[in-house]
Nanobody, 126 residues
Framework: QVHLVESGGGLVQAGDSLALSCVAS????????MGWFRQAPGKPREFVAT????????YYRDSLKGRFTISRDNDKNTVSLRMSSLKPEDTAVYYC???????????????????WGQGTQVTVSS
């Protein structure tokens, strides 16, 4: 049973930075691609960033490149998302997710992610 727990969300002001963490358990962490997704009120869930298992190749939503950074620590079973220069439109519930397979190609397709955390709220005030 794969279990993912996010933390680090909160209320920040526009221009601030925030770091989210996700701790995983119940599987061989490095054999899974890890991703972050987000869902704003009234909008569908969307891809944010992903990182492959052992290669740690990353891929980002185009509009977030340069502001968001995904990283992982396979020894600590943790994946992080560093967000900077936050904007009100970044307000959403952020979800951590795991996709089986230690691929060398970043996994963007949401349906490939079989395991999801409960989400953490990020609110950016203007």
């Amino acid at each position: 049973q794969v279990h993912l727990v996010e933390s680090g969300g909160g209320l920040v002001q526009a221009g601030d930075s925030l770091a989210l963490s996700c701790v995983a358990s119940g599987h061989t962490f490095s054999s899974y691609a890890m991703g972050w997704f987000r869902q704003a009120p009234g909008k569908p869930r969307e891809f944010v960033a992903t990182i492959t298992g052992s290669d740690e190749s990353t891929y980002y939503r185009d509009s977030l490149k340069g502001r968001f950074t995904i990283s992982r620590d396979n020894d600590k079973n943790t994946v992080s998302l560093r967000m900077s220069s936050l904007k009100p439109e970044d307000t959403a519930v952020y979800y951590c997710a795991a996709a089986p397979g230690d691929t060398k190609v970043p996994i963007v397709l949401m349906s490939a992610y079989l395991y999801w955390g409960q989400g953490t709220q990020v609110t950016v005030s203007s």
